[in-house]
């Protein structure tokens, strides 16, 4: 991949295996956690699974606890198979009761007597198939989401994140990982007081209204990068981890 190609690229998953093991876990991890906060309302139907996005992102800043970590994991995988029933039934049922899931999706009420009834017909449960798989294909991206702590951003992660509908494309890459063509040489006398406050303050509260601002405190602070400065300005979108805000907060 050249420059060129990477600077309009719309295919993440070639973008990050062009950038392969410059990935850390804690920007892999707000890399999914950003997108699936863009499909937050449409595509994650469990609180499970939004449950294991916030512990995720709170691992990234240090903050979660090791239980915590293996809770939210243990938690978000229920959703990805679409049970409505205690965690203790959804193994052994996977397979057996395959159909049951799409009630959870669908909002209807079920009881370990519902798994047994003969009258209980698949095709009165499903809902569109597609929707469906878009559905547990989030909650799929969630449960490994927050594995990143442990693992890494993988090839079976990357599969799924190339089938979920509305996921975004190749610039939400260069917000979190910036161009790996032109590492930025960040100056310490561009992060002052101020700086830190308003990049520490848009972090803390996604405010990314304010990077205009932030790009001014930048300028009156010295830094004369093209690229930091002019990724401020731009029209955005930005997420937890961009790598402008990182760069002033000093995280990778």
Not at 119 to 141: F, G, M, S, W
Request: net charge negative; charged share 30%.
């Amino acid at each position: 991949m050249t420059e060129a190609e990477w600077l309009v690229c719309g295919d993440p998953r070639a973008m990050l295996e062009y950038i392969g093991d410059r990935v850390s876990r804690r920007k892999g991890t707000l890399y999914v956690c950003g997108g699936l906060r863009r499909i937050w309302d449409r595509w994650l139907y469990s609180d499970r699974s939004r449950k294991a996005v916030e512990v995720a992102e709170r691992w990234a800043d240090g903050q979660a606890t090791e239980d915590e970590i293996g809770d939210a994991i243990y938690r978000a995988e229920v959703p990805t198979f679409g049970f409505n029933f205690a965690e203790q039934f959804n193994r052994p049922r996977q397979v057996m009761h395959g159909g049951h899931r799409l009630q959870q999706i669908k909002g209807v009420d079920a009881d370990e007597h519902d798994l047994d009834d003969d009258d209980t017909h698949e095709e009165d449960l499903l809902a569109d198939p597609e929707e469906e798989r878009q559905l547990l294909n989030a909650a799929h991206i969630a449960y490994h989401g927050v594995l990143i702590a442990y693992n890494s951003l993988n090839e079976h992660l990357l599969d799924h994140i190339a089938r979920q509908n509305g996921w975004p494309g190749g610039w939400l890459v260069r917000d979190v990982f910036s161009n790996p063509f032109r590492p930025v040489a960040f100056a310490d006398s561009w992060r002052t007081e101020t700086a830190v406050a308003l990049a520490s303050a848009i972090y803390a509260e996604r405010a990314f209204d304010r990077m205009p601002i932030l790009a001014d405190a930048l300028e009156e602070a010295g830094c004369d990068h093209a690229d930091v400065l002019s990724h401020c300005r731009g029209s955005g979108p930005h997420v937890r981890g961009c790598w402008v805000v990182d760069l002033v907060l000093g995280k990778s």
